[in-house]
C-alpha cells in the first residue's frame, strides 16, 4: 500500500512466492514508502536486512534475483497504472485475480468482495457487478472469506491482456539458474 500526505492509501503491486517486500533494506537505502499488507494466509520467511550482505552464500545470485524481480515488479506497477485508466472493472477484477493466482498455491484467494474493492479503486457495487459476471462464465467462485477461480483459461479470456504482458517481463527477468 502507498499513502499519500494527507493518509489516504492505494495498493500498487501484488507480492507473493514470487519475489520480497523491503528491498530498500537490501540495497542498503531509506526504509521502503510503502507498507505490506498480508490477504491471504499462508507462511512467509523474514530474514533481517543485515545477514543479506554478510551471509547469503553466492551474493552474485542473490544480486541478480533482486535485480530480476525488482524488474519484474516495477513492470506490475507501470502495467497496473495503465489498466487502472484503460479498462473496465470487469477485466481488472480478472487481472487481479490473475495475479493472485500466480502467487498464492491453488486456485483461490482468503478475501471478500468487499475487502478486494478498495484493492481495485472502485465501489463495492461495481465490484459486485463485475464478479457477478465472472461468476455468470464459470471464472469465479465467491464463498464467505474466499474467491476460488475454478477455470483459469475462462478467467484470462475475461481479462485485458496485462497480466500477460508483466507476466512475460517476468519470466524474462527471472535469473537463469547457474
Known sequence: MQASPSGDEA??????????????????TLPEASRAVVIHPGHAWRLPASLLSTEVP???QV???TVG???SLTSQLSQ???CQQHHNVEQRLARWLLNAMDRLPGDEVAIDLGELAPLLGVSADALARAAAQLVGVGALV????????PRRAVLEA???G?????EDVVRWSAPAPD
Do not use: W
Open 158 to 160: 475475461q481479462s485485458c
Open 58 to 60: 553466492g551474493p552474485s
Open 63 to 65: 544480486l541478480k534475483a
Open 142 to 149: 465467491c464463498e464467505p472469506g474466499r474467491l476460488v477461480m
Open 80 to 82: 497496473t497504472a495503465f
Open 162 to 166: 496485462c497480466h500477460v504482458a508483466a
Open 11 to 28: 495498493p500498487v503491486a501484488l507480492v507473493g512466492n514470487d519475489g520480497v517486500v523491503g528491498v530498500a533494506a537490501f540495497m542498503g
Open 69 to 71: 524481480y525488482l524488474i
